[in-house]
């Protein structure tokens, strides 16, 4: 398989392509098309070395988008979830991401109907 034979360097670039590539299906409202290029980017780094790389933030909430387009709830939790996660234990925390985290789970307990949980994430 030519992953297993790639730098690092190549394995994040092809990763980056692939999330784009995802992002332009999900855009086109294709979801199930822009989740299997999400499931390659998945793959992809989990090749990398840094298992918890802030490059998993944005794909989890990418996909918990997904998710959250195809009213499933509890999938589309459970990925901003791992996003927050992620960027709660970072030194290296990009603020504006981590907003965008709070604003899903925000919307995702919304739709759920906890709104106590969406307001905390909202007040965030």
């Not at 996909?63 to 960027?87: H, P, T």
């Amino acid at each position: 398989m030519l992953i297993n034979k790639s730098s690092e360097d190549d394995l994040e670039e092809l990763g980056h392509l692939y999330h784009l590539m995802g992002l332009v299906k999900e855009n086109k409202k294709e979801y199930d098309q822009a989740m299997i290029f999400y499931e390659k980017v998945l793959n992809i780094y989990r090749l990398l070395p840094d298992s918890n790389h802030l490059h998993l933030t944005k794909l989890y909430n990418d996909i918990g988008s997904v998710y959250l387009f195809k009213k499933e709830y509890s999938k589309a939790l459970e990925y901003y979830e791992m996003a927050l996660n992620i960027q709660e234990k970072s030194n290296l925390l990009n603020y504006s991401d981590l907003a965008m985290t709070y604003g899903n789970l925000a919307e995702i307990h919304k739709y759920l109907r906890d709104y106590s949980q969406s307001l905390r994430f909202f007040h965030m």
